[in-house]
């Protein structure tokens, strides 16, 4: 999968975006916020991690997932080789909701739309993982939940969506521990499926569970 553009073109292209969320005001969240959140990585990662909305560390440092929740995740990617350099981090909006509350159907809209499809589309990952309800609401059915879905991926747009949980929600319930890792761990199996039939089997636009599991 390539549009043809070179690594640093794509890092170029994500940089313009970048400055343009930081002086956006296309919805009520850049009154409150302290950085935005653009989102962080390799230009051309095979994986992209879509979080929900930044916290408060978030919000002070201008980087996504760098709490307690960000610490977790490096863990997660540890445990199969990677770093935060080697994939791309995100989230549905790129300012800290108030009081870090839910961010609202119109604030979503208006960020996916604007910025999060763009970067999709430039980074051109082979998977997209889900962290949390929010993201997950984006390429899953209205009516799927987290709790019986994850770590089940799908195919649509010529790639994988992969759902997990948030890691905010495996820290406040140890028990789902052992399975995020366990997805975590099947997104190696994954990419090594693709590559075997150079890329995932259907293009067609309704999602589909692979073969795999």
């Known amino acids: 999968m390539t549009d043809g553009k070179s690594v640093e073109e794509r890092r170029i292209a994500l940089d313009q975006i970048a400055q343009e969320i930081r002086v956006c005001k296309a919805c009520a969240l850049h ?3 302290t950085r935005v959140v653009p ?13 929900e909305a930044p916290g408060y560390h978030e919000d002070q440092q201008g980087l996504p997932f760098v709490g307690a929740s960000g610490k977790y995740l490096g863990e997660l990617l540890a445990m199969i080789g990677l770093t935060r350099n080697d994939v791309f981090i995100a989230n549905v909006v790129k300012c800290r909701p108030p ?4 961010p609202l159907p119109a604030e979503i809209d208006t960020c996916v739309e604007t910025y999060l499809n763009r970067q999709i589309a430039l980074i051109r990952p082979k998977i997209v993982a ?6 997950m609401a984006l390429f899953f059915p ?3 939940r987290i709790s019986k879905i994850h770590g089940q991926p799908r195919c649509a747009d010529g790639r994988v969506y992969y759902p ?3 890691p905010a929600a495996v820290l406040r319930n140890p028990n789902l521990r052992p399975a995020m890792e366990t997805d ?3 997104m190696l199996s994954l990419l090594e ?6 890329g995932p089997a259907s293009d067609e636009p309704p999602p589909r569970q692979l073969s795999l599991f």
């Open 39 to 51: 989102g962080a990585g390799r230009p051309d990662a095979d994986i992209m991690f879509i979080g």
């Open 164 to 166: 997990l949980f948030h």
């Open 99 to 102: 009081g870090n509350r839910d």
């Open 31 to 33: 009154s409150a916020r």
């Open 142 to 144: 209205a009516n799927a």
């Open 184 to 186: 975590f761990r099947r």
């Open 193 to 198: 499926e693709m590559a075997d039939t150079n």
């Open 130 to 135: 889900t962290l949390g309800r929010f993201s």
